[in-house]
T-cell receptor
Framework: GAGVSQSPRYKVTKRGQDVALRCDPI?????LYWYRQALGQGPEFLTY????????KSGLPNDRFSAERPEGSISTLTIQRTEQRDSAMYRC???????????FGPGTRLLVL | AQSVTQLGSHVSVSEGALVLLRCNYS??????LFWYVQYPNQGLQLLLK??????LVKGINGFEAEFKKSETSFHLTKPSAHMSDAAEYFC???????????FGTGTSLTVIP
């Protein structure tokens, strides 16, 4: 594809429900990153992968958050037992190996009621 | 630890006037520095980046930024603002390739006709 795609673009869910957010990186991009952006703030790092290996998950706020990238391409960020404080824009980015630029998708706006 | 400070969460300029958006960073190693722009309902788009080559970096849409190590700054400028420049601008720092980005809180630019 031409760029990073994310789905769904908008997700409204009730507190306590699980949600899965999907990221499809640019073809050939080895590294994939997840960020969370609260209203009025800059994106904050959650986790990243090189190929299928999760390299750093230090930004995941608690054990309700998990991510996977089983085949080294598409990634899923899962939030279990959602809470209202999870409401935010979730952004995915990808990059080529050994290059510094990250390319961002349009984001998924999550609203937990 | 790395961090980014963007002074001024909102900046207003008249059409045709100079645009100056400020970014200061902290990093324990020579950083990579980026400016991203976010138009309404769109993803983050790379404007320009500094990766230890020329300290004056030119980006898209007439923007440029100068890396000043002594001031730990990477301010974004454009000589003449255009209405289409109205957007949210984010400064980001990275320690190396394959590392997470640290973003500032963003500056919302308004261009007054």
């Amino acid at each position: 594809g031409a760029g990073v795609s994310q789905s769904p673009r908008y997700k409204v869910t009730k507190r306590g429900q699980d949600v899965a957010l999907r990221c499809d990186p640019i073809s050939g991009h080895v590294s994939l990153y997840w960020y969370r952006q609260a209203l009025g703030q800059g994106p904050e790092f959650l986790t990243y992968f090189n190929y299928e290996a999760q390299q750093d998950k230090s930004g995941l706020p608690n054990d309700r958050f998990s991510a996977e990238r089983p085949e080294g391409s598409i990634s899923t960020l899962t939030i279990q037992r959602t809470e209202q404080r999870d409401s935010a824009m979730y952004r995915c980015a990808s990059s080529l190996p050994d290059l510094e630029t990250q390319y961002f998708g349009p984001g998924t706006r999550l609203l937990v009621l | 630890a790395q961090s980014v400070t963007q002074l001024g969460s909102h900046v207003s300029v008249s059409e045709g006037a100079l645009v100056l958006l400020r970014c200061n960073y902290s990093s324990s190693v020579p950083p990579y520095l980026f400016w991203y722009v976010q138009y309404p309902n769109q993803g983050l788009q790379l404007l320009l980046k500094y990766t230890s080559a020329a300290t004056l970096v030119k980006g898209i849409n007439g923007f440029e930024a100068e890396f000043k190590k002594s001031e730990t700054s990477f301010h974004l400028t454009k000589p003449s603002a255009h209405m289409s420049d109205a957007a949210e601008y984010f400064c980001a720092v990275s320690e190396s390739t394959g590392n997470q980005f640290y973003f500032g809180t963003g500056t919302s630019l308004t261009v007054i006709p």
